[in-house]
């Protein structure tokens, strides 16, 4: 099969490489088009004649791009034929790796996860093993799916730490490369690859199929272990001018004098994360205050994960602690939306299993130093997306990347 050519040679010349691009053209349309278009409909939208749009749309059908999804009722008796991308004529692959953690989704072009795979066992590492393991991990996973990998357009690769989306350089892990990772990823596998950090890729998924899905001023934060924080304005990710915004939680909101990884002290980040829950509780408990987890484990032992858990089952010192967290969090909220004037921020990550009790405490933060009318006009909202969120949304950059979404 031929086809992928049609996305493999974006910048040739001459008739060939023209039809290419007019078959990606007519590829975009149906990919963002919600209803079946006629052959005329295709020809008006992208401006081609019938004749060349007849003989592309019968080429991309011959490649089982399209296929023909019965016929439109006309005033006059006459049906032409409908036409509409085949859902399973292209995917993406989205990877998130994190210290802890690697998933992979292969995502179809209406977003279905048709293969999933998570190792929890994985452990991220400055090395050279740790980027065999992350490589295997995803030959052996497109294999194991049984996806032509003509039809796999890219990969979106989400990673923990500093990335620039721009040149595909990654600065806390695999910095042994001597060239972008994003770079080395194309070689490996022979296919685009986009790479971006852990929180863009969940701002993606938002945006494309979460509560950011509505709205084109957002802000998504993702508390887990760490905190960070995706913006959207205007419709568009606010990368900055080298992939770094949204370093949310190194900003100095922080009321601690903690030294953080970046070097700075005060950084919101210390004191509002999973790693400020586990420190915050481990203190409490050495100062003699009680909890219903002592009894069940070694304090060395406890993670945020439980906390969050212990809450929900009504302990009263995790109720306190992330209670104070939110408000903390909702007093830095107030400040972007401040300056943004967002329309909805969404509360993801780990943190958001803690329900009304993250949400109405960030509210209450909030309050004290958002200003009243940009405050008015944001809602507070709980991602709803689950854990496959991350790969979902580093495969929505892949099509986005080729105009499919
Ligand atoms: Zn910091």
């Not at 975009?28 to 060349?52: D, N, W």
């Not at 890219?154 to 994003?182: C, D, H, K, M, W």
Request: with cysteine.
């Amino acid at each position: 099969m031929e086809w992928d050519k049609i996305f493999k040679e974006i910048e040739g010349k001459g008739t060939a490489a023209r039809q290419n691009a007019q078959k990606r053209e007519i590829i975009s349309l149906l990919a963002k088009s919600s209803a079946e278009m006629t052959i005329p409909e295709i020809c008006r939208r992208i401006q081609l004649s019938i004749p060349t749009g007849t003989k592309l749309v019968n080429e991309l059908i011959a490649d089982q791009v399209i296929t023909t999804t019965g016929k439109k009722e006309t005033g006059n008796g006459r049906k032409p034929i409908m036409y509409s991308l085949n859902p399973h004529s292209l995917y993406s692959v989205g990877v998130e790796i994190l210290m802890r953690r690697i998933s992979i989704g292969i995502i179809d072009l209406k977003f279905n996860t048709v293969f999933y795979r998570r190792d929890k066992n994985f452990r991220l590492q400055d090395n050279e093993e740790s980027l065999a393991t992350v490589e295997h991990f995803i030959k052996e996973s497109i294999e194991e799916a049984g996806i032509e990998t003509s039809r796999i357009l890219g990969l979106g690769i989400g990673l923990t730490g500093r990335v620039n989306i721009q040149t595909g350089i990654a600065y806390n892990y695999f910095l042994f490369l001597q060239e972008p990772l994003s770079q080395y990823f194309a070689k490996a596998f022979s296919k685009r690859v986009i790479v971006d950090n852990d929180t863009h890729i969940w701002g993606h998924a938002e945006q494309m199929l979460g509560r950011a899905r509505e709205t084109s001023n957002a802000l998504v934060v993702n508390l887990g272990r760490g905190l960070g924080m995706s913006i959207i304005v205007n419709g568009q990710m606010v990368n900055g001018v080298s992939g770094f915004a949204g370093e949310f939680g190194h900003m100095q909101f922080g009321g601690s004098d903690k030294l953080c990884i970046c070097g700075k002290r005060g950084c919101l980040g210390m004191d509002v994360s999973g790693y400020a829950l586990e420190e915050k509780f481990k203190m409490k408990i050495e100062e003699g205050e009680t909890s219903i987890l002592t009894r069940e484990l070694e304090l060395d032992q406890l993670r945020y994960d439980d906390i969050l858990e212990a809450a929900s089952r009504g302990d009263a010192l995790s109720i306190t602690l992330i209670q104070q967290m939110g408000n903390q969090l909702g007093k830095a909220l107030g400040n972007i939306v401040n300056l943004l004037n967002p329309e909805v921020i969404v509360l993801g990550g780990k943190f958001a299993r803690a329900e009304s009790l993250l949400v109405d405490s960030v509210r209450s933060g909030m309050i004290h130093s958002a200003l009243p009318n940009p405050m008015k006009n944001v809602t507070l909202e709980l991602s709803n997306l689950d854990e496959k969120g991350g790969v979902r949304g580093a495969g929505a950059m892949v099509f986005k990347q080729y105009s499919l979404i």
